[in-house]
């Protein structure tokens, strides 16, 4: 991402995170980080289409490392697929190896994003208390599964919004084969993979977490100052 973007996220980030903006003005500088977000991913995939070079299709692995490894992986998921990249997760001691593939821009997009809400969730978890009556682990799952839940859901609306923006079928087809190009190396490298079932959850935390989601930031500053992937979401 260029430095002129990461500015504009930075200082958009910045302000929707000043203690003194109301929730109103807070929301409405996320939303505009978002955006700036996904149009950089529609703009580069289609540069790329006229020049593949500029950004290849690559992968990375991500280790993501205990406490609560599983819901740090969801959330990384949950953000690398509305990106039109795939992960693949590999057991590694208590945590997870999560080796990452799409095309090079959005490889950097997920680490931003990633990267940033692992603090904001960290965060999030540290300012709710947990209900009498309820297993404090569980109750923290269930909220990641909330905040991953939204935080999904409004970086499809935000892509969607981008490629809309762009009109046209032609830019639709372009992320179509774009995505349909990173499936195929997935496959390539993993023959035989499995889809992992899905998980119960037990505690009440969903709604809170989904609530934090829907105040997320979607730029990741933490990420353009250096914070590390696997930082936060301590027991």
């Known amino acids: 991402m260029s430095e002129a973007m990461l500015s504009k996220v930075r200082k958009l ?96 997009r997920v680490d931003l994003l990633f990267t940033s809400l692992l603090v904001q969730a960290a965060h999030g978890l540290a300012g709710t208390p947990v209900p009498a009556g309820e297993h404090p682990a569980a109750f923290r799952r269930s909220w990641l599964a909330g905040f991953a839940r939204v935080v999904s859901e409004r970086l499809r609306s935000a892509e969607a919004g981008a490629a809309a923006e762009q009109g046209g079928p032609s830019v ?26 899905p998980r119960r959850l037990a505690g009440g935390g969903f709604g809170s977490g989904a609530e934090a989601g829907r105040r997320a930031d979607l730029g990741g500053r933490d990420v353009v100052d250096g914070t590390p992937a696997s930082r936060g979401l301590t027991r």
């Open 13 to 108: 980030l910045a302000k929707a995170e000043d203690p003194a903006c109301t929730p109103a003005e807070s929301a409405a500088f996320t939303a505009k980080a978002t955006e700036l977000i996904a149009r950089y991913g529609v703009d580069r995939a289609l540069l790329a289409a006229r020049d593949p070079a500029t950004d290849p299709v690559g992968d990375r692995v991500v280790d993501v490392v205990a406490p609560y490894a599983r819901d740090k992986a969801a959330l990384l998921a949950a953000v690398a697929d509305p990106l039109r990249c795939r992960c693949v997760r590999r057991r590694q001691g208590d945590g997870f190896a999560m080796h990452l593939f799409g095309f090079a821009s959005d490889l950097e």
């Open 172 to 197: 639709a087809l372009v992320l179509v084969d774009r995505s349909d190009r990173v499936a195929r190396r997935v496959t390539e490298v993993y023959p035989r993979l499995r889809t992992a079932a």
